[in-house]
């Protein structure tokens, strides 16, 4: 009787539809409620839940952790419409490479080095050789598990998708089978169309638009699979000397007779600007830093600890006060070796003639944003009547002066025409703009630097976090303004890093900059007006 039954289910499931899953003897089954129509539209349907699945899938479950020679990365899939991989290196950047077909983008994540990785690299050198040459064999590990990781996903989502849709066996295994074959296929594109030669023309992001060196010399590869197995190498080898040393910017080759000079600007207690100001340093062999004030946040005695690093930067430091700094602050300035505190004063420091007045304020509070105290009258006398005090001080000067100094840019108005350039700080966002020109005297630039310390703690109160900011300015023997460099570095949490050279056009009528060709663009310096008396914070 059960062989019986048995062979009565099996005869029953050779009759049923196998998309609709409906009794194909029943009467009218073709042209009733199981016709054409609702037999299209449950195709349709499959199909749908099929991609739906997949693409979920993929998202869900495409991605895994592996070692990359010295790193721990992280390998990922997604939907794209025309393939390739994205190679990121935090906080370098990214490289872009055309390396495949089809409906599938590789992304692969290189992990920084923790301390004690970073310490063992130091000690043993040879330890990242080693750990490159196995860098091949980990990316197509980590691509094979990947790949078998993406369709199980991929298929799981679906299966689980269609059952709560369709709540019919038949069609949930239809969908579940969609799904594999539409995976696979996307992957066996991938592989089938997979261009091991695309590592030699990549294209860059982030930094690495202006250090594409880290690759070594990519015309040399064959497109053989082996040398382009060395050419993995020597990436993974090359990225991890970067991380050894601390570097996060390019080595610009130094000109003879060019003067460097660092302008940094409303650190904020931010500890991390020290770190990329010694970077910076130390990579651009910078002659002299310019601090153009804001270096606490509140002037009180404890803050004054902070400006201690100054002494380890072992360059001269030419400072002068923000109204976040107060006279105590100015002094622990003053005590560092190298530290010079200019207050309606002048020095000259590796050629250069730089004039400074501190700012005639101290507004000692946590808010650091340019708009903390309100405008008053009193307020717009103070900082114009520094600006006029600082101009009689250059004019006065026994040596030209080349470079000025003050904190508020609404201070630079009567500077026009005593010197070529002026500095400034405290509005947080960096501006180049042309002061009014006097009649029978030179052309002046004011230069405006964002937060080197991205406005401290309080620059995470915005929608982004405010960007660390500073300039490179590259003088010629005759301690004009040939060129700088705007560096910017992502917010508190952020990690991108942006770079771009401006050459000045004809550096005796004033700074009138160009940016040179690069890749792809990075931060420019936007023109502005002659600055107003603004807010202070």
Partial sequence: MDG???????????????????????????????GPLRRLGLVVAVLAVALAGAVLGVLAGGQVSTDIGPFRANLSISPARDGGTTVDIPPLGA??????????????????????????????????????????????????RLGLRTLGASVLVTLILAGLIFRNVRRTAWAGGLALLVTASSLGTAAATLRPQAIEEPRYEGLLVNAPAIVGDARRIANDYTKYAEQLQRLVGNVS??????????????????????????????????????????????????????????????????????????????????NHDSGKTAAAVARQPNAIVLNNTTTTVAGLTIAGIGDPRFTPDKNTSPAGSGLT???????????????????????????ALVHDPASAGPLAGTCPLVLAGHTHAR??????????????????????????????EGEKPTPLSMSVLYFDQQKMLQAYDTITVGGTGQAQVNL??????????????????????????????????????
């Avoid at 029943?26 to 409620?33: E, I, Q, S």
């Avoid at 703009?433 to 991205?454: F, R, W, Y």
């Fill in 4 to 34: 019986q039954r048995d062979e009565r289910h099996d005869d029953a499931d050779d009759r049923d539809d196998p998309v609709t899953g409906d009794d194909r003897t029943r009467p009218g089954w073709w042209a009733g409620a199981a």
């Fill in 95 to 144: 490289l872009l490479l055309d390396s495949h077909s089809g409906p599938t983008h590789l992304t692969v994540r290189l992990g920084a080095l923790d301390q004690g990785r970073t310490e063992a690299l130091i000690d043993d050198p040879a330890s990242i050789s080693r750990a490159s040459q196995s860098a091949v064999e980990d990316v197509r590990s980590g691509v094979m």
């Fill in 241 to 322: 000397q970067l991380y050894t040393t601390v570097s996060a910017l390019p080595l610009l080759e130094p000109t003879p007779g060019t003067t460097r000079v660092l302008h940094v600007s409303d650190m904020h207690l931010n500890p991390t600007g020290w770190q990329l100001i010694r970077t910076v340093v130390e990579q651009f062999g910078i002659d002299v830093v310019i601090d153009t004030g804001d270096i606490t946040d509140w002037g009180s005695e404890p803050e004054a600890s902070f400006v201690g690093s100054i002494g380890v930067l072992k360059k001269p430091y030419v400072f002068i006060r923000g």
């Fill in 377 to 403: 009258q009193q307020v717009a006398d103070q900082v114009i009547g520094a600006g006029n005090q600082l101009a009689v001080t250059i004019r006065n000067s026994p040596r030209p002066v080349n470079i």
């Fill in 431 to 460: 501006q180049v703009s042309k002061l009014p020109e006097t009649p029978g005297q030179q052309p002046t630039t004011l230069m405006v630097e964002g937060s080197t310390g991205g406005a401290g703690l309080r620059g995470l």
């Fill in 500 to 537: 771009e050279r401006r050459l000045v056009e004809n550096p005796n009528a004033g700074v009138s900059a160009t940016p040179t060709p690069t890749p792809s663009g990075g931060v420019p310096a936007t023109q502005a007006p002659t600055p107003t008396p603004t807010p202070t914070g």
